[in-house]
Nanobody, 126 residues
Framework: QVEVVESGGGLVQAGGSLRLSCTVP????????MGWFRQTPGKDREYVGG????????YYGDSVRGRFTISRENAKNTMYLQMNNLRPEDTAVYYC???????????????????WGQGTQVTVSS
C-alpha cells in the first residue's frame, strides 16, 4: 500500500485562488505520473488533469483548462494544483493519485492511476 496525502483545501470566494499539494511519503516522485480528480455528491468523478513523472507534459480537463495549473517538484516528492479564478462549480473533494503501473497515456485519459489519497475539500462560495 502506498500512502498519498493531499492538503491545501478550504473555503474561498468565487474569483479567488487556492493551491493544493500532494505528497507521497516514503516514495520518490520521479518514476511515476501523478494526477488530480474531483468528486461532488451526485456527480461522476471528474478527471482534473495530470502530469508526467518529470513534468514535461501536462493535461487539463476542459472545465479547468486556462484556470488551473499542475506542476511538480520531484526533489520534494510533491505535486501542486494551482487553482485560479475559482467558480462555485469547482466545489468538490479533490483527490490526488499516482500511476506506478499504468499505461503511458494515463495523464491524458485519466485511466491507470494506482494509488489514491483521501481527498481535501474545496468549497467556492458565490
Amino acid at each position: 500500500q502506498v500512502e498519498v496525502v493531499e492538503s491545501g483545501g478550504g473555503l474561498v470566494q468565487a474569483g479567488g485562488s487556492l493551491r493544493l499539494s500532494c505528497t507521497v511519503p516514503g516514495r520518490t516522485g520521479t518514476t511515476y505520473a501523478m494526477g488530480w480528480f474531483r468528486q461532488t455528491p451526485g456527480k461522476d468523478r471528474e478527471y482534473v488533469g495530470g502530469i508526467t513523472w518529470n513534468g514535461d507534459n501536462t493535461y487539463y480537463g476542459d472545465s479547468v483548462r486556462g484556470r488551473f495549473t499542475i506542476s511538480r517538484e520531484n526533489a520534494k516528492n510533491t505535486m501542486y494544483l494551482q487553482m485560479n479564478n475559482l467558480r462555485p462549480e469547482d466545489t468538490a473533494v479533490y483527490y490526488c493519485a499516482i500511476s506506478q503501473f499504468g499505461p503511458s497515456r494515463t495523464i491524458f485519459t485519466g485511466v491507470g492511476y494506482d494509488y489514491w489519497g483521501q481527498g481535501t475539500q474545496v468549497t467556492v462560495s458565490s
